[in-house]
Nanobody, 127 residues
Framework: QVQLGESGGGAVQAGGSLRLSCAASGYDTGRYCMAWFRQAPGKEREGVVTIDTDGSTSHADSVKGRFTASKDNAENTLFLQMNGLKTEDTAMYYC?????????????????????WGQGTQVTISS
């Protein structure tokens, strides 16, 4: 049974940093695409960053230069380092994992292709 568990969220002031973690059990983080998504109240879930099997990443324009995703396959853990946080980054952050290779050959940025989801961790940024 696959389980994803996020941690590391919290409340910080604008300009601060947080490091999110996503521990995977029953899942090989090196096998398929994984991703971080976020959802703010009243808004749709949006992709933040995808991370491919080789560790390559693709970031949303809104977080480029501020957020960095990485993973430790030996520990089956995904990370999201968030620097220069802004009030608009306030959201519930979720990690997600695919159950198979994507046909396109790259990691999709939409949420529907991902099969496994964590419960989320809240990030709140104050001005």
């Amino acid at each position: 049974q696959v389980q994803l568990g996020e941690s590391g969220g919290g409340a910080v002031q604008a300009g601060g940093s947080l490091r999110l973690s996503c521990a995977a059990s029953g899942y090989d983080t090196g096998r398929y695409c994984m991703a971080w998504f976020r959802q703010a109240p009243g808004k749709e879930r949006e992709g933040v960053v995808t991370i491919d099997t080789d560790g390559s990443t693709s970031h949303a324009d809104s977080v480029k230069g501020r957020f960095t995703a990485s993973k430790d396959n030996a520990e089956n853990t995904l990370f999201l380092q968030m620097n220069g946080l802004k009030t608009e980054d306030t959201a519930m952050y979720y990690c997600a994992a695919a159950a198979a290779l994507f046909r396109a050959g790259y990691c999709y940025t939409g949420s529907s292709p991902y099969n496994y989801w964590g419960q989320g961790t809240q990030v709140t940024i104050s001005s």
